[in-house]
């Protein structure tokens, strides 16, 4: 049974309390009391299908999977305006990165939402050095929908690439490798350590 | 009626630019010669401690015992011109005259005329008026009656024992605690308001029982109330049929309330499903349930999903609706939630609201307290539920914009609070009319069993007010009942919450003591509070007519057996209405009378008409009008310096043979002043200025009597904000003076 | 000794080759200056910025945060750490402060940092460089060390998101604050006081991944500081030095518009003021030239 | 020197508000002796600078003038003015109370004649208009203020504005050398009722009020609407002096909000209903351009309330939306842009109005630390019935977020637990 329809099984009828078990800062969804401030704060407002305020009734009236596979969380800048302004100072955004995580978890995220896979392919440059490469993620980024359109995206950057680096804000060295941690490996194992106490326990939830 | 030699005397100030602006020894010849003002001084500050001296001498020499002061207006220095043992009138030399005039040569002599006149009119007032005193009829009572046993009543009785009176507490079922001793918890009433408390009504029985000055008399109503504050004699019948009589000083009414009857909302299937209950048998549910979960009727079975319709048949206009809201019961709804959420574990508990009403600091901090427990609030309105096996209920999510249809083991009502207040008095006056102003009765009229039976001329109970609440009309007097010395307490006055109820109850027991007390003194109650005037009848002139009992605002006034008026004073609040309803002028008061007002406008100096200055009368509630005139002379607004300015306790108390008699007497114009009358009336006495519009309609005939034009009597209303305004209606009836003419009637 | 001395946490942009490698110089003669000594925490790691929430859920984005407050308790003990990148502090602070709140996590953390043989107390204060300028230093003494006042440049202060929010420097607005400002007067030059767009997000996180919304956004900064008079923008954050400046390109062919304002770091600014010359100040790295800091700098 | 004279038997009411005023006039009125310590130059409190209560749409100065009266009829009532509780020691039907009296630089001497602002020339912000206007160096603090003398704004003293004032003065009553004094009085039972003050707007920074000048506050709007106030009864946007027709009432302005005030204060919701009413009053019901919008989370119009709520509602002039508003903003004529929500199906909204009145929050003016003794506050500073404050009843505002009416309600109840102290003392002393 995917973890998916284990926490279905498990929650049946109640998704507010699957949340708030599990969903990063969930617990604090409860608390919204509807008056709609993070939704008229966000710089995205525009981008949202489902604004946060939404989301959050949503996940009370049980809309389980309009939520999960909902884009909206994933246009979160991370500019913190809703929690600051927050009446009752729910952790607005990262209850946004809650659900979007848990989302990809479940194997609900949006495959096309382009941020959710920049996510990924940032994290996956990130844990290979345990520093950011800017030059391979950008790459990364511009090869995401193949090679030709990749040489594409190139060119229309070229401009932008080439200042970078007369202005010594990009070095081309860095393809070969560039900055990274020395205890790699330390920094691996703590990370996969995270990692499994965080899927025991979302396991043991689906119980 | 007063016994004693009058002597007058008369202390003009100089002060404050009147000795500037004025003759002040023409005004002393004035009050000598026109006032008859036996003593008569001048001072240059009067209402310095010297001045003031100055006139207590005079008092304590036996000079004086009537005084008039001119100088600034009734409204200042009050404290300093206190002289209890004296009468005293006063002479609006500044802000009722220096003031308002401009200070020039042109304006000179006809301000020193009006100067003159208003030291004539205060001399005339004096000498028609007494000193007044209690008429020694009165009695101390300390003893409280109050109805109801139920959380507002006991909690009046506990009150004013703790004050050191005597309670006399009727309760009509067979146990003290009414609603709140079928309530499983109460909503919390202590900091840090998260969770239901007990009751605790347990305890309040105990003590109510327990306590040596309190009287508790079950299974009772009250079968009659006659008497006045002071001296209340009460009939009290007990439902074996027995009964007694108690006297009493004073009552607080706390008859509280009933549910409203959710099949009023046939949507609701109240009747067609027991797992769809009411607020109030939900609590029979969670007394039922012990210690263990709340079981759904029908079946007993765990209740494991709950759904709670607030505001049903509430705050609309739908028939056989309630109008208004219970206010409370949000909070009702969010502890019930909370039970489930302590007794039946993981139970879903939803309220649909459509405005969460949780106000106050305890208010949110419970809103908050149910979020935190899991209680899902949905902004949810709800059109039906659909009885059987399993509940369903369908509401628009107003959030989501979305209907939806959500099953649930028990469904909750959310119904509101309807008074239990008696018959009103008045009822066919409230109603609403239909367009031939007949009045159209309402379907859901509230129990018309009298509570009080009160043997009032003017019906058995206290008035209502809206929607069959006895709440007082007055934002800044909320104890003010229409019967004095009764007062109403809990949610028969307004929906309220324990809490609320609780300091409702101390409130009224407050008033009644205060009540009881100024009875036993002859003092009259608010807003006149401390006057020791009472009416004073002469009956060989009354012709029985009733206009004054049935006008009296507060039914004060009974009959006897030939149809006379019986005044019962302490019941009075002196507001002189009955004086100005009384066609032949036989009633009075010591301070106050048709002479005291008539013989002021009999002492003004009507110049003859060629000399073009005519003569505008002008007769100001004390409250409102007059301040606002006042403080357009502080703030330098003039008006006509023909205008002579008489300040009445209420526009009810004017009588019409003062505009006769000044219209007789050459007066070109008269305006009126008196509070806003209507539903949302700010008359301090109720109806007094109602009645005086009512009255003054009338005056037309009187006008075309003496051949004038109808434009001579103008009445309005007028607010005390109203600084600007008033003036200016007295200068616009200068103007249509101006344009009509003068007055034939000069001499 | 230096007068002030502080754990130094760099970020990824900030190494040599990186998008904000100058904000690194300048950053270093800012503290030659006024005399603070950087003590780079040994061995640091990525915090994973905000956007690694998609792929690191909670646990591992603080055990990120963790190492890196782990190492510095280690190496620099008893000083406190500070961050010149926005998303570098928030990430840090944030983490420190929810260890705090949290001791379930704070075990967890322990477990997870015990793989690489480390051990949290989680006692050290995180803080913006910002904070040290403004706290430590003081808008005062900032101005008294002034040998070229920006006399004449007028500076749009820019402060963005996460320098400001959730947690902000003490004793300013959300939603306006004043320090960028106070710091350019101190600095001899004219701020814009009345520039309204100085929280608003650029859109970092979505730069790469939907460039259209975040330049939206980016055309609005920039738009403001233009409509209010403004030679340049100064701002406390690599990533919104980094967005506004260098899509400038882009969004003029987006919005048919022709900006070139030029971004700069508040390190920057008090290096030319503080006569610093223009490689000193990183005035290189800028791609939209700040002609006027360079005029001043000579 | 002020004297106080008090017993055991004395009731201290500290604020004369409407609830200092009515427990203090319930008291006296039963026959006790009360002393009234008011810290302000005058009585009235918040409603002296209110136009109209809801929901009858009535004035407040008409029952502060029959208050007034019967406060002035009474004997048994001593007023302290610009005066502050500065001690209480003892227990209940023991307390000695100690009062800081400021000087007024005015004595009972004065007539109110005015002859002393005449003279004098430096004007300062005006507090009973929230500073909208200048009062000046010697005034009255308006129309119906009591005790009614004038004040001497002791910012004057010293310079030759003071000298000018005392020389205008015929009677003696300009004092430049008063001190500020202290008393000590004895009382059995005292009412706190201190009142509130509007929340700091200042602080709500999403709205701008410290940045612009169209938003305005919910007690500064009021003041407006006096004719006596600063723009004689006129709506004008602070801005710009032109009239405001489309006008934006933001409720939960520092209320229900963490960042502010925790508790809901109540009384916004039907305030705002009122002020709504103003634009009809104001500009008639044909002007098409006068409209008002209520931004808001929940209506609490409570209880009998209710209709006043649907009344508004059928008000064609006036709209609501469902939201708490995000932020302002302001174009480039300076007309505030609302910024948010509408939650009710998600519509995202940005609107221009001429004017933004924030309906803002109530505080306590009690806080657990200025306290001169040990009580029972809740956490949202407001005092909390408790055996443990002896002989100590909060009225009013002091005890919860409440209107006038029931502020009035709970004064008379904290009039008769003090009646009861005094009563059982009296009982006691025979």
Redesign the interface.
């Known amino acids: 049974m995917s973890l998916n329809t284990a926490m279905v099984e498990k929650y049946r009828n109640n998704f507010l309390q699957e949340v708030a078990g599990n969903v990063e800062e969930g617990d604090w969804v409860k608390m919204c009391m509807q008056c709609g401030v993070c939704a008229g704060s966000c710089p995205l407002g525009n981008a949202w299908e489902h604004t946060p305020q939404k989301l959050f009734m949503m996940i009370r009236a049980n809309k389980r999977d309009e939520v999960l596979t909902s884009d909206s969380m994933w246009m979160c800048t991370s500019c913190y305006n809703c929690i600051v302004r927050c009446p009752r100072e729910l952790p607005i955004t990262h209850i946004m990165h809650g659900l979007a995580t848990y989302a990809k978890k479940l194997g609900l995220a949006p495959q096309s939402n382009p941020t959710q896979w920049f996510s990924e392919t940032f994290w996956n440059n990130m844990m290979k050095k345990g520093r950011v490469n800017e030059l391979k993620l950008g790459l990364s980024l511009y090869f995401k929908d193949g090679f030709v359109s990749g040489i594409k995206e190139s060119i229309a950057h070229q401009k932008l690439g080439m200042n970078m680096m007369k202005a010594k804000r990009m070095a081309p060295m860095e393809i070969m490798g560039g900055h990274g941690v020395k205890d790699l490996s330390g920094l691996q194992k703590m990370i996969k350590k995270a990692q499994d106490i965080e899927a025991e326990r979302l396991e043991a939830n689906s119980k | 009626m007063a016994n004693y030699d009058k002597k007058l005397g008369a202390y003009i100030c100089s002060?404050?630019?009147i000795g500037d602006r004025l003759d002040v020894s023409q005004l002393e010849t004035t009050a000598k010669r026109d006032g008859k003002a036996a003593n008569c001084k001048t001072h240059d500050?009067l209402?310095?401690k010297a001045g003031v001296e100055m006139i207590q001498k005079d008092i304590d020499d036996g000079e004086v015992n009537h005084v008039i002061i001119g100088g600034?207006s009734r409204?200042?220095?009050?404290?300093a011109f206190?002289f209890?043992e004296a009468a005293v009138t006063r002479a609006n030399l500044r802000e009722g005259c220096i003031w308002i005039r401009p200070d020039n040569d042109e304006a000179q002599e006809t301000t020193q005329e009006m100067a003159d006149d208003l030291i004539r009119m205060a001399c005339a007032e004096s000498k028609y008026m007494n000193i007044p005193t209690a008429s020694g009829e009165q009695e101390l009572n300390k003893t409280l009656l109050v109805v109801g046993g139920g959380i507002t009543g006991m909690t009046t009785a506990l009150?004013s024992a703790?004050?050191?009176y005597n309670v006399v507490l009727v309760e009509k079922a067979a146990e003290l605690g009414g609603w709140m001793a079928q309530l499983h918890k109460r909503t919390p009433n202590?900091?840090?308001y998260a969770a239901p408390q007990d009751t605790g009504i347990d305890a309040t029985i105990a003590a109510v029982n327990d306590h040596a000055n309190i009287t508790v008399h079950l299974n009772t109503t009250v079968s009659k109330t006659e008497g006045a504050p002071g001296r209340f004699k009460v009939e009290l019948a007990v439902e074996s049929g027995s009964a007694s009589t108690v006297d009493v000083g004073a009552i607080v009414q706390a008859s509280g309330f009933n549910m409203f009857d959710p099949a009023n909302v046939p949507a609701m299937n109240h009747d067609k499903s027991a797992d769809i209950v009411t607020n109030m048998e939900l609590e029979a549910l969670a007394n039922a349930a012990g210690d263990g979960p709340i079981k759904r009727p029908s079946d007993g079975k765990q209740v494991s999903?709950v759904i709670f319709i607030q505001n049903v048949g509430?705050?609309s206009?739908e028939e056989g609706h309630l109008?208004?809201?219970?206010?409370i019961g949000d909070m009702v709804s969010i502890k019930q939630a909370m039970y489930f959420k302590h007794l039946n574990g993981?139970c879903?508990t939803t309220i649909l609201f459509d405005?969460?009403?949780?106000?106050?600091?305890?208010?949110?901090?419970f809103?908050?307290a149910g979020?935190?427990a899991?209680v899902?609030?949905?902004?949810g309105i709800a059109s039906e539920v659909v009885a059987g096996g399993d509940l369903e209920v369908k509401f628009k999510?107003?959030?989501?914009?979305e209907e939806?249809t959500e099953s649930a083991d028990l469904v909750v009502l959310d119904v509101g609070m309807v008074p239990n207040s008696g018959p009103d008095p008045y009822a066919a006056d409230n109603l609403p009319k239909d367009e031939d102003g007949n009045p159209i009765e309402e379907e859901n009229a509230v129990s018309v069993e009298s509570i009080l039976n009160l043997d009032y001329r003017q019906g058995t109970d206290l008035p209502h007010l809206?929607?069959g609440?006895t709440?007082s009309?007055?934002?800044?007097?909320?104890?003010e009942t229409r019967r004095t010395g009764i007062y109403s307490a809990g949610p028969v006055r307004?929906?309220?919450d324990i809490h609320?109820t609780m300091?409702?109850?101390?409130?009224a027991?407050?008033?009644a003591?205060?009540a009881l007390?100024?009875a036993g003194k002859g003092r009259a109650a608010?807003?006149r509070?401390?006057d020791l005037s009472y009416p004073l009848f002469r009956k060989e002139g009354c012709t029985q007519c009733k206009r004054c009992t049935v006008e009296c605002p507060f039914g004060a006034i009974n009959e006897d057996e030939k149809g006379f008026p019986v005044f019962n004073e302490s019941r009075c609040r002196r507001c002189g209405t009955c004086m100005g309803a009384c066609p032949v002028r036989v009633i009075s008061f010591d301070n106050y009378s048709v002479d005291t007002v008539g013989q002021q406008i009999k002492n003004v100096d009507i110049p003859d008409e060629f000399d073009e200055k005519p003569r505008i009368l002008v007769l100001a509630c004390e409250?409102?009008a007059y301040?606002a005139l006042d403080?357009a002379g502080?703030?330098g607004i003039e008006y006509s310096s023909f205008a002579r300015i008489i300040p009445v306790r209420c526009l009810g108390s004017v009588n019409t043979i003062w505009l006769t008699d000044a219209l007789n007497s050459g007066y070109d114009g008269i305006v009126l002043m008196g509070?806003?009358k209507g539903d949302?009336y700010?008359c301090?006495f109720v109806k007094g200025s109602e009645m005086a519009h009512y009255r003054m309609g009338k005056i037309a005939d009187t006008l075309q009597t003496l051949s004038l034009e109808e434009e001579r009597v103008a009445t309005y209303e007028v607010?005390?904000?109203d600084?600007?305004r008033a003036p200016k209606l007295i200068n616009d009836m200068a103007e249509t003076i101006e344009q009509i003419g003068m007055s034939p009637f000069k001499f | 000794m230096a007068k002030h001395e502080y754990s130094y946490y760099p970020g990824c942009s900030s190494q040599s080759g990186a998008s904000s490698s100058n904000l690194m110089r300048s950053v270093n003669s800012m503290c030659e200056e006024l005399d603070v000594k950087l003590n780079e925490i040994p061995d640091w790691n990525c915090c994973s910025a905000s956007i690694g929430y998609g792929s690191g859920s909670v646990l591992p984005r603080v055990s990120l945060s963790a190492r890196n407050i782990a190492l510095s308790e280690e190496a620099n003990p008893g000083q406190d750490i500070v961050a010149t990148c926005a998303a570098c502090w928030l990430s840090t602070k944030e983490a420190s402060e929810r260890l705090h709140e949290d001791e379930g996590m704070f075990k967890d953390v322990n477990t997870a940092l015990a793989e690489a043989n480390l051990k949290l107390n989680n006692n050290t204060p995180v803080r913006h460089m910002a904070e040290v300028l403004i706290e430590d230093i003081g808008f005062d003494a900032l101005a008294e060390g002034v040998k070229k006042p920006l006399e004449g440049v007028k500076i749009a202060g820019y402060v963005g998101c996460q320098t400001n929010r959730p947690f902000g420097i003490a004793g300013e607005s959300f939603e306006n604050p004043k320090y960028l400002d106070k710091l350019v007067s101190s600095l001899g030059g004219d701020a814009i006081e009345s520039y309204e767009k100085k929280v608003q997000c650029c859109g970092g996180a979505l730069a790469f991944s939907e460039p259209e919304k975040s330049q939206e956004m980016i055309h609005g900064i920039i738009e403001a500081a233009y409509d209010n008079g403004a030679d340049m923008i100064v701002t406390p954050c690599p990533l919104c030095q980094a967005n506004v400046e260098i899509y400038q390109d882009e969004i003029n062919a987006r919005y048919n518009s022709k900006f070139e304002m030029p971004v700069v770091y508040y390190s920057q600014l008090i290096s030319v003021a503080y006569g610093r010359n223009s490689k000193d100040a990183a005035l290189d790295g800028q791609l939209i030239k700040a002609k006027k800091l360079e005029e001043i700098a000579g | 020197m002020t004297e106080v004279v008090a017993t055991n038997q004395t009731i201290l009411v500290v604020g004369a508000g409407i609830s200092g005023i009515t427990a203090a006039v319930e008291a006296a009125e039963t026959g006790k002796n009360v002393v009234l310590v008011e810290k302000r130059a005058y009585m009235g409190g918040r409603i002296s600078q209110l136009y109209k209560y809801f929901p009858k749409l009535c004035f407040p100065s008409c029952g502060l003038e029959i208050n007034q009266r019967r406060l002035s009829a009474q004997g048994g009532i001593t007023v302290l003015t610009m005066a502050e509780v500065s001690g209480v020691t003892g227990a209940e039907g023991d307390y000695t109370a100690t009062v800081k009296i400021s000087p007024r630089y005015v004595n009972e001497n004065c007539t109110a004649c005015g002859a002393c602002a005449d003279a004098v020339e430096a004007e300062f912000d005006n507090d009973h208009n929230y500073g909208m206007d200048k009062h000046k160096g010697a005034y009255l603090p308006y129309n119906m203020a009591k005790p009614e003398r004038f004040v001497i704004d002791p910012r004057i003293i010293g310079t030759e504005d003071a000298e000018k004032a005392k020389a205008a003065c015929k009677y003696d009553a300009i004092d430049l050398d008063m001190q500020e004094e202290t008393v000590e009085f004895k009382a059995g039972a005292i009412i706190w009722a201190t009142g509130w003050t509007p929340y700091d707007a200042n602080k709500i920074q999403p709205y701008g009020y410290d940045r612009y000048d169209n938003v305005i506050t919910s007690v500064e709007f009021e003041r407006m609407m006096d004719k006596f106030g600063p723009t004689g009864g006129k709506i004008l946007r602070p801005g710009d002096g032109k009239e405001a027709k489309d006008i934006a009432f933001i409720q939960c302005a520092g209320s229900r909000d963490r960042n502010h005030l925790k508790h809901c204060s109540r009384i916004c919701c039907m305030a705002s209903l009122k002020q709504s009413t103003y634009i009809t009053e104001q500009y008639g019901a044909e002007d098409e351009d006068a409209k008002g919008t209520i931004y808001y989370i929940d209506i609490r119009s409570i209880d009998r309330f209710e209709d006043f709520y649907r009344k508004v509602q059928n008000d064609p002039k006036i709209s609501f939306v469902k939201s708490k508003v995000a932020n302002i903003i302001v174009d480039k004529e300076n007309n505030p842009v609302v910024k948010g929500v509408d939650t009710e199906g998600y519509h995202r909204y940005e609107t221009k109005h001429d004017l933004v009145v924030l309906a803002v929050g109530m505080e306590p003016n009690v806080t657990k630390e200025s306290f001169p003794v040990e009580i029972a506050i809740n956490e949202h500073g407001f005092i909390e019935a408790d055996e443990a404050n002896g002989g100590i009843f909060a009225a009013g505002c002091a005890s919860d977020a409440l209107d006038v009416n029931r502020a009035v309600q709970s004064a008379t109840a904290a009039a008769l637990r003090a009646v009861q102290v005094v009563n059982k003392v009296a009982g006691a002393e025979g």
Not at chain 2, 323 to 327: F, I, N, R, V
Not at chain 2, 355 to 365: F, H, I, M
Not at chain 2, 376 to 379: A, L, V
Not at chain 2, 473 to 479: D, Q
């Open positions: 002060g404050c630019g500050f209402c310095s600034c409204r200042s220095k009050i404290e206190r209890p009150e703790k004050a050191g202590k900091m840090p999903s509430q705050n206009e109008p208004y809201h219970s206010g993981d879903d405005n969460l009403r949780t106000p106050g600091a305890a208010g949110e901090d809103y908050r979020q935190d899991m899902t609030f949905r902004k999510d107003m959030i989501l914009d939806f809206r929607h609440f709440d009309h007055f934002i800044c007097f909320p104890y307004r929906p309220m609320q300091e409702d109850a101390a409130g027991a407050m008033k003591i205060q007390e100024n608010h807003p509070s401390g409250n409102d301040p403080m502080q703030n509070c806003s949302e700010q301090h607010a005390i904000t600084i600007q």
